[in-house]
């Protein structure tokens, strides 16, 4: 008898610890860790997952065929410090004024809080390795600056000091060099370097190498881990052997369009071009080379980090984004780098990888703004009911579901304005398109060659699209800043 009442009770306390285990688990799930990658001037084409076979990115195409991979994303600034800005803290350019190479935080104030902080002051851990705001590439690399960073935002920041253009190796400038008499130069312009070394003399091996180092000692709690790469971002610079697949005379240009730039207003002739660059077809075909190759280290340093994760045994709890600030020309309509409000300067890669959620494609119009509420929603962190952004929650279960009529985006201040559905690339210089217009059957002119806004026969389609951009400016520019901006 005593024999048996001892196998009950010890039936009833593991019984009753099963239990406890069980609501204790139910009670207190773990919080999503939020893994969030950004490339730096990283176009769609770019990437063999989306419609460029000639790159050759496998880590990346890992994460989308995991994940939900966005064909129709669109940056809201195709420059650096605008488009973080508003990626960060949930408003459009023009609903706060911010244009330039700052943070962001110098317009909305000190009490607007940026989607990592809104994390941070949720019990999470949050760090920035290298660049999230905006930093100047490669000034800001070569010296290992913070940049215009926003120091709320984070628990810890880290920096990745790099040689950047300076690096040892085979050098070659391919703009502005029309004779080769110059290898190499500094700032914002096309110099390939070929360097020396392994992927750790560089900023992107270094950033990969710190991040994996924060993923090891951060595992056992919450985190918010941003990772910013600053390649392909010029000048493109990268261990040599990842040049070896790219030879450049194998690469294949955009097609030459005869008069391609007769119907295409003044504002909307990009500022590099193989023109005012001075490029021959040779340089042209090293500069797609190079950006090539500077996106397959950039994608290595991807795979270093996810392959961490998984080791750390912390997929199944972390959601994982892939992006970059904007998209870049490589030569279509013979125009190079950013700032243009066309396709390839403005559309951008998107992944979101959610634990428990069915690899996707989903081919709903979205925006780098939609970031902040839809990662917020998938921590169940309370937002502002002013955030701008649109969450995408509804299309990692169901990617059929639309959740924009169309995607908008700013160039040159503020003054230039994209509207994009699925029909038509509506652009339109200042707002009483004084400065001219372009709009682009996309259905049958993907590449955007004939610019259709004087062809009588779419006028009506010019007045749409008017009246729609008109509404949305109207829109955005009333927000909860308490500031009503005008047309200047």
Same mark, same amino acid.
């Given at each position: 008898?005593?024999?048996?009442?001892?196998?009950?009770?010890?039936?009833?306390?593991?019984?009753?610890?099963?239990?406890?285990?069980?609501?204790?688990?139910?009670?207190?799930?773990?919080?999503?860790?939020?893994?969030?990658?950004? +490339?730096?001037?990283?176009?769609?084409? +770019?990437?063999?997952?989306?419609?460029?076979?000639?790159?050759?990115?496998?880590?990346?195409?890992?994460?989308?065929?995991?994940?939900?991979?966005?064909?129709?994303?669109?940056?809201?600034?195709?420059?650096?410090?605008?488009?973080?800005?508003?990626?960060?803290?949930?408003?459009?350019?023009?609903?706060?004024?911010?244009?330039?190479?700052?943070?962001?935080?110098?317009?909305?104030?000190?009490?607007?809080?940026?989607?990592?902080?809104?994390?941070?002051?949720?019990?999470?851990?949050?760090?920035?390795?290298?660049?999230?705001?905006?930093?100047?590439?490669?000034?800001?690399?070569?010296?290992?600056?913070?940049?215009?960073?926003?120091?709320?935002?984070?628990?810890?920041?880290?920096?990745?000091?790099?040689?950047?253009?300076?690096?040892?190796?085979?050098?070659?400038?391919?703009?502005?060099?029309?004779?080769?008499?110059?290898?190499?130069?500094?700032?914002?312009?096309?110099?390939?370097?070929?360097?020396?070394?392994?992927?750790?003399?560089?900023?992107?091996?270094?950033?990969?190498?710190?991040?994996?180092?924060?993923?090891?000692?951060?595992?056992?709690?919450?985190?918010?881990?941003?990772?910013?790469?600053?390649?392909?971002?010029?000048?493109?610079?990268?261990?040599?052997?990842?040049?070896?697949?790219?030879?450049?005379?194998?690469?294949?240009?955009?097609?030459?369009?005869?008069?391609?730039?007769?119907?295409?207003?003044?504002?909307?002739?990009?500022?590099?071009?193989?023109?005012?660059?001075?490029?021959?077809?040779?340089?042209?075909?090293?500069?797609?080379?190079?950006?090539?190759?500077?996106?397959?280290?950039?994608?290595?340093?991807?795979?270093?980090?996810?392959?961490?994760?998984?080791?750390?045994?912390?997929?199944?709890?972390?959601?994982?984004?892939?992006?970059?600030?904007?998209?870049?020309?490589?030569?279509?309509?013979?125009?190079?780098?950013?700032?243009?409000?066309?396709?390839?300067?403005?559309?951008?890669?998107?992944?979101?990888?959610?634990?428990?959620?069915?690899?996707?494609?989903?081919?709903?119009?979205?925006?780098?703004?939609?970031?902040?509420?839809?990662?917020?929603?998938? +921590?169940?962190?309370?937002?502002?009911?002013?955030?701008?952004?649109?969450?995408?929650?509804?299309?990692?279960?169901?990617?059929?579901?639309?959740?924009?009529?169309?995607?908008?985006?700013?160039?040159?201040?503020?003054?230039?304005?994209?509207?994009?559905?699925?029909?038509?690339?509506?652009?339109?210089?200042?707002?009483?398109?004084?400065?001219?217009?372009?709009?682009?059957?996309?259905?049958?002119?993907?590449?955007?060659?004939?610019?259709?806004?004087?062809?009588?026969?779419?006028?009506?389609?010019?007045?749409?699209?008017?009246?729609?951009?008109?509404?949305?400016?109207?829109?955005?520019?009333?927000?909860?800043?308490?500031?009503?901006?005008?047309?200047?």
């Amino acid at each position: 008898m005593r024999k048996l009442l001892f196998c009950l009770s010890i039936l009833c306390f593991f019984s009753g610890e099963a239990q406890h285990n069980k609501v204790k688990k139910k009670s207190g799930t773990k919080k999503p860790n939020v893994l969030f990658i950004i +490339a730096d001037d990283l176009t769609a084409t +770019a990437i063999s997952s989306y419609e460029n076979m000639a790159s050759n990115t496998p880590n990346i195409d890992q994460l989308a065929a995991e994940g939900t991979r966005y064909t129709k994303a669109y940056s809201q600034y195709p420059v650096c410090g605008p488009s973080r800005a508003s990626l960060m803290f949930g408003y459009y350019p023009n609903a706060t004024n911010t244009y330039g190479y700052v943070s962001g935080r110098e317009n909305v104030g000190p009490t607007r809080k940026s989607l990592s902080q809104l994390f941070k002051d949720n019990g999470y851990y949050t760090a920035r390795v290298s660049k999230i705001y905006h930093m100047g590439v490669p000034i800001d690399i070569e010296t290992g600056s913070n940049g215009q960073d926003d120091e709320a935002s984070w628990t810890e920041r880290f920096n990745s000091q790099g040689p950047e253009w300076t690096a040892e190796g085979e050098a070659e400038l391919v703009q502005n060099n029309p004779y080769g008499l110059k290898p190499r130069k500094g700032g914002n312009v096309m110099t390939i370097v070929k360097a020396d070394g392994d992927d750790l003399v560089h900023s992107d091996g270094k950033t990969a190498e710190k991040a994996i180092e924060l993923i090891k000692q951060h595992k056992n709690n919450p985190f918010f881990l941003a990772v910013g790469l600053v390649r392909p971002h010029v000048p493109f610079v990268a261990p040599r052997k990842y040049f070896e697949p790219y030879p450049h005379e194998q690469m294949v240009l955009p097609p030459k369009v005869e008069n391609d730039w007769d119907d295409i207003p003044a504002r909307g002739i990009n500022y590099v071009t193989s023109v005012n660059g001075e490029m021959s077809e040779e340089q042209e075909k090293k500069a797609v080379a190079g950006y090539y190759a500077s996106v397959a280290y950039m994608d290595a340093q991807v795979g270093k980090i996810l392959k961490s994760l998984k080791e750390e045994g912390l997929e199944d709890n972390t959601i994982v984004v892939f992006t970059s600030d904007h998209g870049f020309h490589l030569g279509e309509h013979r125009f190079w780098m950013k700032v243009s409000l066309h396709e390839e300067s403005v559309r951008v890669p998107l992944i979101i990888k959610v634990p428990g959620k069915s690899p996707a494609v989903c081919n709903s119009f979205s925006e780098l703004l939609d970031l902040y509420p839809t990662l917020a929603e998938l +921590a169940g962190i309370k937002t502002s009911g002013h955030l701008q952004g649109k969450s995408l929650v509804k299309t990692l279960d169901n990617p059929k579901i639309k959740v924009r009529d169309y995607a908008f985006s700013v160039s040159q201040g503020g003054k230039s304005f994209l509207l994009r559905n699925h029909k038509w690339a509506y652009i339109q210089y200042d707002e009483d398109a004084g400065a001219g217009m372009e709009l682009f059957d996309m259905e049958h002119d993907a590449k955007q060659y004939n610019n259709l806004a004087h062809n009588p026969k779419y006028a009506e389609i010019v007045i749409e699209m008017q009246k729609t951009l008109r509404e949305k400016l109207m829109d955005i520019r009333t927000n909860d800043l308490g500031i009503q901006y005008g047309s200047n």
